[in-house]
């Protein structure tokens, strides 16, 4: 007779391994392997300054110093390039990004260089920014694992919290983004990690440790991205919640009886007794009157008239307790807010100077709130259908996780108030709404309540979720297979004029439809017979001319970039096109896209079991 067996559950551990490991070959599977505009170059020459020179200036050859086009309140990211680097106090250019995204980038560059001795026939240019831009999918992929622990430690269940990792990273803009060097990656993973660390000091016998891990992450957050500086309070305020959930203030119960053990409260109700007892007496010391009397009495049991007594020494514990875990929270974060402010003054000569300060807040608010939530061309819940079933069960996840609720709608409603106004809120030439990507893994855990809670909203939401997790599938996979600024750039060469009303706020303009035309158009560049051979031929020679004209560094590193944009525009954008094109090898490159693509194959293989193993224990418990 046949028996049905179930599998043992997996470690959250293990299985949040899994999930970094299958994102993470399919990230470096579809990849470009370039640096797709002069923002990214500037980021790039800061970690290359770093790593070369000990310096933070960047050649301003290498990057734009004043915008191309007009300042006023009319102009936009879409018709003009924005200045990327600013003079500092010294003269030198310096970059106007965070610094943050330079330093993680620094041992990538490293592994540039190794490769440009490995493979001596590729432009060692095209190899260190090869090999940088291999940063965001190692980012994107630690994301989904940080997003699913963290779904995890809220008590969504492995079930709920393996798959909200897995829409996060397929479903949503975090595919597309984690084939650029954009810093919104980072700023994202940095955030979520803040938020788990803070949920992981609640239950662990070292609640310091990661109080200060979680005051680490969000001040490298803001050393990546500065905007992320306006979400400090509302991780404040989630800090204040936990804190106050575990007791250590706002508790009514601080008494402490060693005698009944019946009134323990907080840290002291895990104390051992004779180090309560010690507490204690050390409080009575100061604190009694008739200290005689006291030391006669013993500390147990207490006169009613010394009742205060009993509330005030416990209290005494707590408040230490709550500065030393204040102080493992705040003082790393202060730490890295001065290092930012002293980078600011070693650049522009003031810690408050960003270089931003030219870049204002004018445009109208309801234009930029409906354009980063629902225009065609740049709306959040189009680029990301699955925040449709967020809305849906967003009540019931309130009334299940009532503190997670509050906080990630704080987050979202200050980052949506902050961009709203700013004045490049379309993030430029960009796939979606891109400065909303921070924030994005917090709205896409609301999914969880469909596992958790039950409900007439939650039944709709299950039916619908795999509709919405289609849809965003479809969507990236356009995003992902072709440069998302070619149907930019066509857009603006047939109507410089109207191509902001038309790509933003048309539908027909939208480029969720164009973006399938220029798919097309590079599918049949590369099947074109000997297309690829030909420019292949072409770069080779351009290389060999400028390497008899000795072409100064700066000026070797835009080409470079520009060689790059010319066969991300016209051909598939990935790695391994580019390395047949800038003549890497050729074999190499093949047997390394297939064995990502069966490594990506197999861990499908492992998640997609685990999701009916899950599912099995969930029915059959």
């Given at each position: 007779m046949a028996r049905n067996f179930i599998a043992a559950s997996p470690s959250p551990r293990k299985l949040g391994l899994q999930i970094f490991w299958f994102f993470l070959f399919l990230y470096l599977l579809t990849a470009n392997g370039r640096i797709v505009n002069r923002d990214g170059e500037a980021v790039f020459q800061v970690a290359r300054s770093i790593a070369e020179r000990g310096?933070?200036?960047?050649?301003?050859?290498?990057?734009?110093?004043?915008?191309?086009?007009?300042?006023?309140?009319?102009?936009?990211?879409?018709?003009?390039?924005?200045?990327?680097a600013k003079r500092g106090t010294d003269g030198r250019v310096y970059s106007m990004y965070g610094l943050g995204q330079s330093l993680v980038t620094i041992p990538f560059y490293y592994a540039g260089k190794l490769m440009a001795f490995a493979a001596p026939s590729v432009d060692p240019y095209f190899t260190t920014r090869f090999a940088t831009t291999m940063l965001n999918p190692v980012i994107s992929a630690l994301a989904c694992a940080v997003l699913f622990a963290y779904a995890s430690s809220l008590g969504f269940g492995l079930r709920a919290s393996l798959v909200a990792a897995l829409i996060y990273g397929l479903a949503t803009m975090a595919w597309p983004y984690a084939k650029s060097y954009f810093g919104e990656p980072l700023a994202g993973l940095l955030l979520v990690a803040s938020a788990l660390c803070l949920v992981r000091s609640s239950p662990s016998?070292?609640?310091?440790?990661?109080?200060?891990?979680?005051?680490?992450?969000?001040?490298?957050?803001?050393?990546?991205?500065?905007?992320?500086?306006?979400?400090?309070?509302?991780?404040?305020?989630?800090?204040?919640?936990?804190?106050?959930?575990?007791?250590?203030?706002?508790?009514?119960?601080?008494?402490?009886?060693?005698?009944?053990?019946?009134?323990?409260?907080?840290?002291?109700?895990?104390?051992?007794?004779?180090?309560?007892?010690?507490?204690?007496?050390?409080?009575?010391?100061?604190?009694?009157?008739?200290?005689?009397?006291?030391?006669?009495?013993?500390?147990?049991?207490?006169?009613?008239q010394w009742e205060r007594v009993r509330v005030r020494a416990p209290q005494r514990v707590e408040i230490l307790r709550l500065a030393l875990e204040a102080g493992a929270f705040f003082l790393p974060l202060a730490a890295i807010l001065a290092l930012i402010g002293w980078y600011n003054f070693a650049r522009f000569g003031s810690p408050f100077v960003t270089g931003y300060e030219s870049i204002a807040w004018n445009r109208l608010f309801v234009e930029g709130l409906y354009g980063l939530l629902l225009s065609p061309g740049k709306g959040l819940i189009w680029y990301s259908p699955v925040l449709i079933i967020s809305l849906i069960v967003s009540v019931a996840f309130f009334r299940?996780?009532?503190?997670?609720?509050?906080?990630?709608?704080?987050?979202?409603?200050?980052?949506?108030?902050?961009?709203?106004?700013?004045?490049?809120?379309?993030?430029?030439?960009?796939?979606?709404?891109?400065?909303?990507l921070p924030v994005l893994p917090f709205l896409v855990l609301v999914i969880g309540a469909l596992y958790r809670t039950q409900g007439l909203p939650q039944r709709v939401g299950r039916r619908?979720?795999?509709?919405?997790?289609?849809?965003?599938?479809?969507?990236?996979?356009?995003?992902?297979?072709?440069?998302?600024?070619?149907?930019?750039?066509?857009?603006?060469?047939?109507?410089?004029?109207?191509?902001?009303?038309?790509?933003?706020?048309?539908?027909?303009?939208?480029?969720?439809?164009?973006?399938?035309?220029?798919?097309?158009?590079?599918?049949?560049?590369?099947?074109?017979?000997?297309?690829?051979?030909?420019?292949?031929?072409?770069?080779?020679?351009?290389?060999?001319?400028?390497?008899?004209?000795?072409?100064?560094?700066?000026?070797?590193?835009?080409e470079v970039l520009e060689e790059t944009q010319l066969a991300g525009l016209n051909f598939p954008d990935f790695w391994f096109v580019y390395l047949y094109l800038f003549q890497g090898s050729r074999e190499l490159a093949l047997l390394a896209a297939l064995a990502l693509l069966g490594a990506t194959g197999a861990m499908l293989m492992v998640l997609n079991r685990r999701l009916r193993e899950l599912a099995q224990k969930e029915r059959l418990g």
């Open positions: 310096s933070f200036d960047v050649p301003g050859e290498s990057v734009f110093e004043t915008s191309v086009g007009p300042r006023g309140t009319e102009g936009h990211s879409l018709s003009f390039a924005t200045e990327t016998p070292k609640p310091l440790m990661w109080s200060a891990l979680a005051g680490v992450a969000l001040g490298f957050a803001v050393m990546a991205r500065v905007s992320t500086g306006v979400l400090l309070p509302v991780f404040v305020l989630y800090w204040l919640a936990i804190v106050r959930e575990r007791g250590i203030i706002g508790s009514r119960h601080v008494g402490c009886d060693t005698t009944t053990g019946n009134e323990g409260r907080g840290i002291l109700s895990s104390l051992p007794s004779a180090l309560k007892s010690a507490l204690l007496q050390s409080a009575l010391t100061l604190t009694l009157s008739h200290p005689a009397e006291g030391r006669e009495r013993g500390l147990f049991p207490l006169p009613p299940w996780r009532k503190r997670e609720a509050l906080f990630f709608a704080g987050l979202g409603l200050v980052w949506l108030l902050f961009h709203a106004p700013y004045r490049f809120w379309e993030g430029g030439w960009s796939w979606g709404p891109r400065l909303m619908l979720l795999p509709v919405a997790v289609a849809l965003g599938l479809i969507v990236q996979v356009s995003a992902v297979g072709v440069d998302y600024t070619r149907y930019l750039l066509v857009a603006f060469t047939n109507d410089p004029d109207g191509m902001y009303e038309r790509v933003i706020f048309q539908p027909a303009g939208s480029p969720l439809v164009g973006q399938w035309t220029s798919l097309a158009a590079v599918l049949a560049n590369a099947a074109g017979p000997g297309e690829l051979a030909k420019v292949g031929g072409d770069f080779a020679a351009e290389r060999a001319r400028l390497d008899t004209e000795g072409r100064s560094e700066a000026e070797r590193s835009v």
